[in-house]
């Protein structure tokens, strides 16, 4: 069974910069695929970041440019670098993995995810 506990949220003003951290235990084919989901207030969950165990990674629009999403597979680790934060990217993040993914160059298409952690929140005050 994938177990994942995140970590590394709080709140910052609008230009900062937080990096969330993810530790993963239980390895399995539905972990092919390790990501980031965020969800806002009133709004649905979304991926935002994606790697997968070839270390192709893809990123949704809203936060291209902006985060990098890394693996230290030795460490059993997944972390999410947020810069230049906007009161946009408020939400709680969910660290999650699954059997399927894909992107377009870098653009995130699909996240097929069966586990998540129970969440850390993120607040960009502008």
């Known amino acids: 069974q994938v177990q994942l506990v995140e970590s590394g949220g709080g709140s910052v003003q609008a230009g900062g910069s937080l990096r969330l951290s993810c530790v993963v235990s239980?390895?399995?084919?539905?972990?092919?695929?390790m990501g980031w989901l965020r969800q806002a207030p009133g709004k649905g969950r979304e991926g935002v970041a994606v790697i997968n165990t070839d270390g192709s990674t893809g990123y949704s629009d809203s936060v291209k440019g902006r985060f990098t999403i890394s693996k230290d597979n030795a460490n059993n680790t997944l972390a999410l670098e947020m810069n230049s934060l906007k009161a946009e990217d408020t939400a709680m993040y969910y660290c999650a993995s699954g059997p399927s993914c894909s992107w377009s160059g870098t653009r995130l298409h699909h996240f097929e995810y069966k586990n998540w952690g129970q969440g850390t929140q993120v607040t960009v005050s502008s």
């Open positions: 239980g390895y399995s084919q539905s972990t092919h695929c």
